[in-house]
T-cell receptor, first 112, second 112 residues
């Protein structure tokens, strides 16, 4: 079975802190994605990557950056966390864009 | 901008009954893919069903089936013989270029 893991289920950070959210997949997938999920807004794409060291902005990249140094790992970085970044963050991977996306369990981030 | 609209934020259905979740989408692409994902409470998002737009036949997966109306850009999900385990958020999604666009979700309650 495909497994996508995220480094933390719950995280509490202070405003202005640098935050790293890690995502690892074990199926050698080319594509990886970071979404944020907010009530009433669904899933919104922050960044995605279709290859190592490649990244593309999604619909809401402001305030975020990403890193993909190895194929299996895709990190989301909040350079200076703000309260409006309190949200559920979901990572996903897929072999191609048109195939099923496999999701991690999510990280619920609270910025105080 | 490409959109996916789920007009029912919440729905309820009696156990063993049939329920249909609505989804409309907007795309200018000639070939695209449509998806329904399920997110059970506190559990990972999983794919329920996938439809390739060039295929006329509606996709089915056990108790789950879709009604794909390409001209109307409609992609509804029918759940037959609803079970308590079907209680979840359901997200409709559409491919766009090299990304997936999600709707805002429908929360489905199953009444025992």
């Amino acid at each position: 079975d495909v497994k996508v893991t995220q480094s933390s289920r719950y995280l509490v950070k202070r405003t202005g802190e640098k935050v790293f959210l890690e995502c690892v997949q074990d199926m050698d997938h080319e594509n990886m994605f970071w979404y944020r999920q907010d009530p009433g807004l669904g899933l919104r794409l922050i960044y995605f990557s279709y290859d190592v060291k490649m990244k593309e902005k999604g619909d809401i990249p402001e305030g975020y950056s990403v890193s993909r140094e190895k194929k299996e790992r895709f990190s989301l970085i909040l350079e200076s966390a703000s309260t409006n970044q309190t949200s559920m963050y979901l990572c996903a991977s897929s072999p191609t864009i048109y195939y099923e996306q496999y999701f991690g369990p999510g990280t619920r981030l609270t910025v105080t | 901008a490409q959109t996916v609209t789920q007009s029912q934020p919440e729905m309820s259905v009696q156990e063993a009954e049939t329920v249909t979740l609505s989804c409309t989408y907007d795309t200018s692409e000639s070939d695209y893919y449509l998806f329904w994902y399920k997110q059970p409470p506190s559990r990972q998002m999983i794919l329920v069903i996938r439809q390739e737009a060039y295929k006329q036949q509606n996709a089915t997966e056990n108790r789950f089936s879709v009604n794909f109306q390409k001209a109307a850009k409609s992609f509804s999900l029918k759940i037959s013989d609803s079970q308590l385990g079907d209680a979840a958020m359901y997200f409709c999604a559409s491919s766009r270029d090299d990304k997936i666009i999600f709707g805002k979700g429908t929360r489905l309650h199953i009444l025992p």
